[in-house]
């Protein structure tokens, strides 16, 4: 009896986790500037959609997928965004002059540490890289994960 009831909490907590979906309201945060100050919600730029990029600077995903963000940028200058990593600072310039050379250093692009993991319990992304758009007002727009993200954005931010 001990071990159905065991099983039947064992289906129910993955069915549950299988169906987490990323949130729908730009969630609470708090991540890292390169300079070690805090940035929250508090802090984002009004009045512009919220690009919210998850990113692994060893992943062969998002090198791709940055590369095609840098080649675009046009169209992402009136876009606030917010590229976040869980990797150690040491790293991360060097992912930016090997795949992005100058992305980070554009007036809208921001690169924040998740020095506290918090990222991936809180968004729920599926895979590297994890792509949200926000809208002005907090709402999601269009969520993406893995190669094709860019693309898919660059459409949605032209609407």
Do not use: W
């Not at 921001?110 to 758009?133: C, E, G, H, N, S």
Request: glycine share 6%; net charge positive; charged share 20%.
């Amino acid at each position: 009896m001990k071990f159905r009831n065991l099983l039947l909490i064992l289906l129910l907590a993955l069915t549950f986790q299988v169906k987490a979906q990323q949130p729908t309201l730009l969630p609470q945060f708090t991540f890292y500037r390169l300079d070690g100050k805090a940035f929250s919600n508090t802090d984002i730029k009004q009045g512009k959609k919220n690009l919210f990029i998850l990113f692994d600077c060893t992943c062969e995903h998002c090198q791709r997928e940055s590369k095609i963000l840098n080649t675009n940028y046009a169209k992402f200058k009136d876009v606030n965004i917010y590229m976040i990593t869980m990797d150690e600072g040491y790293i991360i310039p060097q992912f930016f002059d090997s795949y992005a050379k100058g992305l980070n250093a554009k007036p809208n692009v921001l690169v924040l540490q998740d020095k506290k993991r918090m990222f991936i319990p809180t968004f729920l992304p599926k895979q590297y890289p994890a792509m949200y758009l926000y809208s002005p007002a907090g709402k999601l727009l269009l969520y993406q994960s893995g190669d094709g993200g860019i693309k898919k954005m660059i459409t949605a931010v032209g609407k």
